[in-house]
């Protein structure tokens, strides 16, 4: 089954082919500049701008997935593509609805079945996707309770997220850990603007650190200490990391020294917190077999080396996306769901694609199909 997926969530305005777990292309555009100046997502300006890109991306996806046809994207729609699926959740509600208002059309007016997906399922699930190889097409998706792999853990971390998840299995989920107040990839982006380092910031500011000294001062670690909480919470950490840099500025411009190791410090500690929750969760399954980890802070090198230090002692085997494409935003990973709930039945016939509408809160469980 070849998938056309649509993810209009948040600023990227993606489209993807994919077949099972092989992303065949996966294009975005992405708005992130023109939301800069704001130092977060302005939702109206993110919906005009799906709506006057969404088109162009669906014809590119499509071109770049059959490069050698010469035929029209409508007849490649018809011959080509055997479902459609999109993001209906959670996400901007004015922006998830550009995505799925088209994913509606495109099914009604080729006469295919609809798949609505949950965004952080994708995240999720962007781990398992395979690039586009002559030895992939041979490979077989995974099976939903794969021995090997499950029951797993997944850390999905991003601007909106940060969620530790139990995985029995494929589309079994239960949350242990989320966060009280910001997402992991928010409290970055945040720091990051406090340094003056612009938006979004989490990977700017992952550069920063590199040259920095996370020695040199001292935050609190959130939640120290209280083991038993299993939550995530950085807002205490945004206040006191805001306090230090009024602190080492004395009045004046940070230099470029005291950047670097105020970002390698705040990292550090924002880092030290995802240990603490996650030693804590593999002590408390120990059955658990591999530890995925996505979304935009999964693109994070230094994370994910902590990370898979702390795997390796536990014997659990690290997943993270094979690009960093598949960890921020992006259609491929609603794909990849979207293979898995094709083959289990949970679509919509073309007729019957009114019964879904957006869920901007839905969380990681939420029955889109009831
Ligand atoms: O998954 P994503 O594109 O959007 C949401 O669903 O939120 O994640 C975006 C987040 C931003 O907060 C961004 O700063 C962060 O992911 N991010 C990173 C890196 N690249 C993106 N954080 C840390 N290190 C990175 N290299
Ligand atoms: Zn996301």
């Known amino acids: 089954m070849t998938i056309l997926s649509t993810d209009t969530s948040c600023d990227e305005t993606s489209v993807a082919v994919t ?6 292309s996966n294009v975005l555009w ?3 500049s023109m939301h800069s100046e704001y130092g977060g997502v302005f ?3 993110a919906k005009r701008a799906h709506e006057e890109h969404i088109d162009w991306v669906i014809a590119k996806a499509i071109k770049k997935a059959f490069p050698s046809s010469q035929s029209t994207i409508s007849h490649l729609l018809t011959t080509k593509i055997d479902a459609i699926a999109v993001t209906v959740g959670p996400g901007l509600a004015i922006a998830l609805e550009v995505g799925i208002n088209k994913a ?3 099914a009604q007016t080729y006469n295919k079945p609809l798949v609505p997906v949950n965004h952080v399922e994708g995240h999720l699930l962007s781990v398992l996707a395979k690039p586009n190889t002559p030895k992939s097409a041979h490979h077989t998706p995974l099976t939903t309770h794969h021995t090997l792999l499950f029951p797993a853990f997944s850390l999905v971390a991003s601007g909106k997220h940060t969620d530790l998840i139990l995985v029995k299995g494929i589309g079994e989920y ?3 850990a989320h966060t009280i107040d910001d997402a992991l990839g928010e409290a970055l982006d945040k720091a990051a603007r406090m340094l003056g380092l612009g938006y979004p910031g989490g990977a700017i500011l992952e550069k920063f ?3 920095g000294d996370t020695k040199k001062y001292a935050l609190p670690t959130p939640l120290a200490g209280q083991k038993e909480r299993m939550e995530f919470s950085y807002s205490g950490l945004k206040t006191a990391f805001y306090r230090l840099t009024e602190k080492v500025k004395k009045g004046k411009a940070l230099s470029k020294k005291q950047i670097y190791d105020l970002a390698a410090v705040f990292q550090d500690t924002a880092f030290r917190h995802v240990e603490n929750v996650v030693v804590e969760a593999l002590n408390k399954y120990p059955d658990t077999k591999s ?20 795997c390796r ?6 997943l993270v996306p094979y690009s960093k494409t598949l960890c921020t935003d992006n259609a491929g990973m609603i794909g990849v769901v979207a293979g898995y709930k094709l083959k289990k039945g949970e679509f919509l016939s073309p007729k019957n694609v009114n019964k879904i509408d957006r869920e901007p809160r839905a969380k990681i469980n939420y029955p889109f199909l009831t």
């Open 19 to 24: 077949r099972g777990n092989i992303i065949i």
């Open 30 to 32: 992405s708005q992130a």
């Open 43 to 45: 939702p109206s300006l």
């Open 104 to 106: 509606k059309e495109l």
């Open 174 to 176: 239960e949350i242990i």
């Open 209 to 211: 650190a590199k040259k």
């Open 291 to 310: 530890f995925f980890f996505g979304g935009g802070v999964s693109a994070n090198t230094k994370l994910r080396k902590r990370l898979r230090k702390i």
């Open 313 to 318: 002692k536990k014997d659990v085997e690290l």
